[in-house]
Every structure is written in structure tokens, then in C-alpha cells.
Nanobody, 119 residues
Framework: VQLVESGGGLVQPGGSLRLSCAAS????????MAWYRQAPGKQRELVAA???????NYADSVKGRFTISRDNAANTMYLQMNSLKPEDTSVYYC??????????????WGQGTQVTVSS
């Protein structure tokens, strides 16, 4: 599985961006789709996730501002980011976790896309 993110860029505080994560390749079962971010000097953190068959969950810092969604037919995941703040500045990564028929899981990461929130 290969993941390619797009949609990052420079935006002013209060603005919006939509990130996309397009997947190619084959897998047996998709378990979780998620967005992470990593700011300079900080650890990578979970931003939002959609577990298979479960409800979405978000980091407290983005609740009410970010929305994760998926288009199964297009094998694409999105992150709509509204009311952006300077502290949202990070490299954003998508991650898919898949499972084999025997239950072995694999995690796949995209290359990352830079989001900069600044006036």
C-alpha cells in the first residue's frame, strides 16, 4: 500500500485547508485510517482517526475544528481543517493500518505534507 498526501500549504490564522490521502495497492482488510502530525522538536501525535466499524475520534486540541472523512470508492481519506491556529503548524501524515486474513497488522505512512499557519 502506498499513501500520497496533498493539500498542505501556507494559510493565515482562522483559515481553512483540506488535506487528502490517496491510497494505491492491495490489502485484505483496512482497520484504521488516521492523520498524525509532527511539529519541529516534538513527538508525532494523533490528530484524528476512523477505525473500521467504529466512530471517529479526535485529539482534544482539534475537536470542533477538524473533520476526518473517507471515500471508500476512491480509497481516499480527507482532513478538513477549519479555524486554523499557529499551533497547528506541523507536517501532517496519513497512516493506514491493514490486517491480513490471519490477523497480522501492517501500518503504512504517507510522506507528509507541510501545513503552516502564519500571518
Amino acid at each position: 500500500v502506498q499513501l500520497v498526501e496533498s493539500g498542505g500549504g501556507l494559510v493565515q490564522p482562522g483559515g481553512s485547508l483540506r488535506l487528502s490521502c490517496a491510497a494505491s495497492g492491495t490489502f485484505f482488510r483496512l482497520k484504521t485510517m488516521a492523520w498524525y502530525r509532527q511539529a519541529p522538536g516534538k513527538q508525532r501525535e494523533l490528530v484524528a482517526a476512523i477505525p473500521s466499524g467504529g466512530s471517529t475520534n479526535y485529539a482534544d486540541s482539534v475537536k470542533g475544528r477538524f473533520t476526518i472523512s473517507r471515500d471508500n470508492a476512491a480509497n481516499t481519506m480527507y482532513l478538513q481543517m477549519n479555524s486554523l491556529k499557529p499551533e497547528d503548524t506541523s507536517v501532517y501524515y496519513c497512516k493506514w493500518t491493514t490486517a491480513t486474513p490471519t490477523g497480522v497488522t501492517f501500518g503504512y505512512w504517507g510522506q507528509g505534507t507541510q501545513v503552516t499557519v502564519s500571518s
